[in-house]
C-alpha cells in the first residue's frame, strides 16, 4: 500500500532564518525604545535644568556652601584634631568639597527629574535598573562658567539573555547657562518710546560723529593681515592704494613681514593696536552727544 505524500509546513532554511528574522526585529524595535528613553531624558533633564537656571543667583546663593564663612568656621569647631588629621591624609579639601557638591547636586537633580520619568516604558525595560540604575555623579548646578550641567550615566541592557548579552555603558550630557538677570537689548527698538530711558548710540571719545548701529564699518572695524610685499598690488573699497600710517611708521624705518589693513581705509599698519584703527566705542544715551553729528553711513543703513 503505497503512503500519500504530504508537503513539509515547515522547510530547514525557514526554520533556520526565522528566528534571525525575529531577532533582527526584535532589535530595531529595541533600538527605537534606546532612543526614546534618551530622548525622554534628555527632555525632561533640560526642562529641569532650565526651570534651575531661572532662578540664578537665588539658588546659586543658596547652594554656595563653600564660600559661606560661618559654616567653614562651625564645620571646623566641630571635628577634633583627630577628624582633621584623617580627613586631610585621605583628600584635600578642595577634593572633599567638589565631591559633596557633586553628590548635592546629583541628588537633586536626580529627585527633580524622577517625577516625569519614573514610570516611562523605555527607561524601565532598556535601563539596567530603570531610573533607579541612572547616576547623577558629576552634575553641578553652578559651576565656574556659571553653568548648570547634568551627567546622567547608566547602562543599556536587552530585557532578554541579561545574563548572556553585555550591556552598554552610555553618559549623557545637558549643559544650561545660568539666568543672571541680566537682559539683552534689542537692537530693533529704536524709537525713543520703545526705551523709558531713550534711544542709545554709539560714539568714540575722539569721533565728531554718533552711530546708531552698532555694526556700523566707522567703528567696527575688521582688521585683516596682509603679507607687506604684496602691499602695492591691494585695494581699499575706494580703488584706491594704501600708504604707511603716520602713527606706525617713521622716516626710514623698515617694512615688517606682516602688516595690518581695512577695508574701508587707506593706511597700512605696522601693528594691529595702533590707535588708526584701533577703536573705542562708548554706548550713551541719544541726548548726551552733545554737538556730534549723525554718522552718514548709519543714515543709509536706517534708509536700506
Given at each position: 500500500?503505497?503512503?500519500?505524500?504530504?508537503?513539509?509546513?515547515?522547510?530547514?532554511?525557514?526554520?533556520?532564518?526565522?528566528?534571525?528574522?525575529?531577532?533582527?526585529?526584535?532589535?530595531?524595535?529595541?533600538?527605537?525604545?534606546?532612543?526614546?528613553?534618551?530622548?525622554?531624558?534628555?527632555?525632561?533633564?533640560?526642562?529641569?535644568?532650565?526651570?534651575?537656571?531661572?532662578?540664578?543667583?537665588?539658588?546659586?546663593?543658596?547652594?554656595?556652601?563653600?564660600?559661606?564663612?560661618?559654616?567653614?568656621?562651625?564645620?571646623?569647631?566641630?571635628?577634633?584634631?583627630?577628624?582633621?588629621?584623617?580627613?586631610?591624609?585621605?583628600?584635600?579639601?578642595?577634593?572633599?568639597?567638589?565631591?559633596?557638591?557633586?553628590?548635592?547636586?546629583?541628588?537633586?537633580?536626580?529627585?527633580?527629574?524622577?517625577?516625569?520619568?519614573?514610570?516611562?516604558?523605555?527607561?524601565?525595560?532598556?535601563?539596567?535598573?530603570g531610573y533607579a540604575g541612572i547616576s547623577?555623579?558629576?552634575?553641578?548646578?553652578?559651576?565656574?562658567?556659571?553653568?548648570?550641567?547634568?551627567?546622567m550615566q547608566y547602562k543599556i541592557q536587552?530585557?532578554?539573555?541579561?545574563?548572556?548579552?553585555?550591556?552598554?555603558?552610555?553618559?549623557?550630557?545637558?549643559?544650561?547657562?545660568m539666568f543672571n538677570g541680566h537682559a539683552?537689548?534689542?537692537?530693533?527698538?529704536?524709537?525713543?518710546?520703545?526705551?523709558?530711558?531713550?534711544?542709545?548710540?554709539?560714539?568714540?571719545?575722539?569721533?565728531?560723529?554718533?552711530?546708531?548701529?552698532?555694526?556700523?564699518?566707522?567703528?567696527?572695524?575688521?582688521?585683516?593681515?596682509?603679507?607687506?610685499?604684496?602691499?602695492?598690488?591691494?585695494?581699499?573699497?575706494?580703488?584706491?592704494?594704501?600708504?604707511?600710517?603716520?602713527?606706525?611708521?617713521?622716516?626710514?624705518?623698515?617694512?615688517?613681514?606682516?602688516?595690518?589693513?581695512?577695508?574701508?581705509?587707506?593706511?597700512?599698519?605696522?601693528?594691529?593696536?595702533?590707535?588708526?584703527?584701533?577703536?573705542?566705542?562708548?554706548?550713551?544715551?541719544?541726548?548726551?552727544?552733545?554737538?556730534?553729528?549723525?554718522?552718514?553711513?548709519?543714515?543709509?543703513?536706517?534708509?536700506?
Open positions: 500500500m503505497l503512503k500519500k505524500r504530504e508537503k513539509g509546513l515547515l522547510t530547514l532554511e525557514a526554520s533556520l532564518a526565522l528566528p534571525i528574522f525575529a531577532f533582527a526585529v526584535y532589535a530595531l524595535v529595541f533600538f527605537f525604545q534606546v532612543i526614546a528613553a534618551q530622548d525622554c531624558l534628555h527632555y525632561y533633564a533640560t526642562k529641569v535644568a532650565s526651570n534651575i537656571s531661572s532662578y540664578g543667583m537665588i539658588t546659586n546663593y543658596v547652594m554656595n556652601f563653600s564660600e559661606d564663612e560661618d559654616s567653614s568656621a562651625e564645620i571646623k569647631e566641630n571635628l577634633n584634631e583627630d577628624d582633621e588629621t584623617i580627613f586631610s591624609g585621605l583628600f584635600d579639601t578642595s577634593d572633599i568639597t567638589n565631591i559633596l557638591t557633586s553628590a548635592a547636586s546629583g541628588i537633586m537633580l536626580k529627585e527633580s527629574i524622577k517625577p516625569y520619568v519614573k514610570d516611562h516604558h523605555a527607561i524601565t525595560n532598556c535601563i539596567q535598573g547623577f555623579l558629576g552634575s553641578s548646578l553652578f559651576d565656574e562658567e556659571e553653568c548648570i550641567q547634568v551627567v536587552l530585557p532578554i539573555w541579561k545574563d548572556i548579552l553585555p550591556v552598554f555603558p552610555v553618559v549623557q550630557r545637558i549643559r544650561i547657562r539683552v537689548p534689542s537692537s530693533l527698538k529704536t524709537d525713543e518710546g520703545d526705551n523709558e530711558d531713550g534711544e542709545y548710540v554709539y560714539i568714540t571719545p575722539n569721533g565728531t560723529v554718533y552711530h546708531t548701529n552698532a555694526n556700523c564699518s566707522h567703528i567696527k572695524i575688521n582688521v585683516q593681515a596682509v603679507d607687506s610685499t604684496r602691499i602695492s598690488f591691494i585695494y581699499n573699497s575706494n580703488h584706491s592704494t594704501y600708504r604707511a600710517c603716520e602713527l606706525c611708521f617713521q622716516k626710514n624705518s623698515t617694512l615688517p613681514s606682516t602688516v595690518y589693513i581695512t577695508e574701508y581705509g587707506d593706511c597700512y599698519h605696522s601693528s594691529r593696536t595702533c590707535s588708526g584703527i584701533k577703536r573705542t566705542v562708548i554706548k550713551v544715551l541719544l541726548t548726551e552727544v552733545g554737538a556730534r553729528g549723525e554718522c552718514s553711513r548709519c543714515k543709509t543703513y536706517k534708509k536700506e
